[in-house]
């Protein structure tokens, strides 16, 4: 199973970026994909969830009004939608499937993380 996340950089605050995550290795259909980030000295948190029909989407309610979710089946591939920036979003950014089909709460495989950094 691989994971491979991109997308992140170096933006100021209110600016945009989409982070992406291609999967390969498991039936893309079948599995959530999920988002998570953590900030230096902080602990890692949820930011969103996909579902594996991709209708059903989870957002943390720290982004729920700026990011979005979603994810192109036909290209084994989810994004992150990031607007409205602010500097407490500087994070690592990962993306993480199930061990299990049909799973959302057992994020075995994580891919490498892409660093979001916003400035005031």
């Known amino acids: 199973v691989q994971l491979q996340a991109s997308g992140g950089g170096l933006v100021q605050a209110g600016d945009s970026l989409r982070l992406s995550c291609v999967v390969s290795?498991?039936?893309?259909?079948?599995?959530?994909v999920g988002w998570f980030r953590q900030a230096p000295g902080k602990e890692r948190e949820i930011v969103a969830v996909t579902g594996w029909s991709g209708g059903n989407t989870f957002l943390a309610d720290f982004v729920k009004d700026r990011f979005t979710a979603s994810r192109d089946a036909a290209k084994n591939t989810v994004y992150l939608q990031m607007n409205s920036l602010k500097p407490e979003d500087t994070a690592v950014y990962y993306c993480?499937?199930?061990?299990?089909?049909?799973?959302?709460?057992?994020?075995?495989?994580w891919g490498q993380g892409t660093q979001v950094t916003v400035s005031s």
């Open positions: 290795g498991r039936t893309f259909s079948r599995h959530a």
């Open positions: 993480a499937i199930p061990a299990r089909p049909y799973s959302t709460d057992d994020w075995n495989y």
